[in-house]
């Protein structure tokens, strides 16, 4: 069940506890090794899922979706909340908006409220070279699930498979879905949506969407990535979209 987060007055009511200060290295505005530090005010992201969610988001193989206004969708193994601390907050202390500048998308000014994910890097320095993944903004529904399993390692899989669905998860499922586990940029199923292409037609599409249909907002798999392993990734992605078995209730193109 997706939870619609409350506010922050209504949230510190149900959790009986008065939000805390948490300092950060911001990692929207840390470049180049700079680090700037701010602080920002909420709750300690374990408490909130253990109101809103019960304790069984805690159990192994859990992952913690939180859902933003846009329909973004950022996945969190519930592991990884057990390991680090982290906070869910609404508000930049000392300051009247809730915004940060993400520089690396080139972007000013970002709203982050209602709520916004942050990781206490500097009592956790290894998670430092992360960056901002992992740090979803503009957060206002929270659930746990065992829909990946479900979703996308269905029966009938082919074992040779199952590797992919990790690929296709943490490039592709943030906006399409796959048996209805995803995210909402992209109605359809991506797993019949695949089956549409040729193989090299798909390659190509991943690749580069813009070099296929210029003016396009689908991202192409990481520039960063070097060109071969973009092709091979490519090429798994489209062997496990065509293969995976397609859910009867979510059989809709
Ligand atoms: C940031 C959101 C986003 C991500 C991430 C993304 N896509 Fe897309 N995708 C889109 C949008 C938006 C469209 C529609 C593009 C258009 O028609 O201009 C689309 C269209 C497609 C289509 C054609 C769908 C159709 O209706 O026929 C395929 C196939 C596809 N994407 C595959 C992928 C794969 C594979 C990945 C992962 C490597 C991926 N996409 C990642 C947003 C995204």
Redesign the pocket.
Known sequence: MAEVLPDAATLEIKLNTKPQTVRVSEPHLSQNGKQVIRSYRGWPAVQVLDLLLGAHWRAPGVEVEFRALDGYVSRIPSERFLKFEAFLTYEHVGHRRFVVDNLEQNERDVALGPYYLVWNNIRHPELLPEGGTYWPYQVKQILSSTAFKTALLPPGLPASLSGSAAI?QK??L???KVNGFGGD??P?N?AL??R??QADD?VR??ISPGAV?PG????G?PISLPQVERERLAQL?HGY?TQVPVSPESAVK
């Open positions: 296709a490039y592709c943030s906006c399409h940029k992209w359809g991506l949506q695949a549409q292409f798909f599409w991943v249909k396009t907002t689908m991202p798999l992605l979209l």
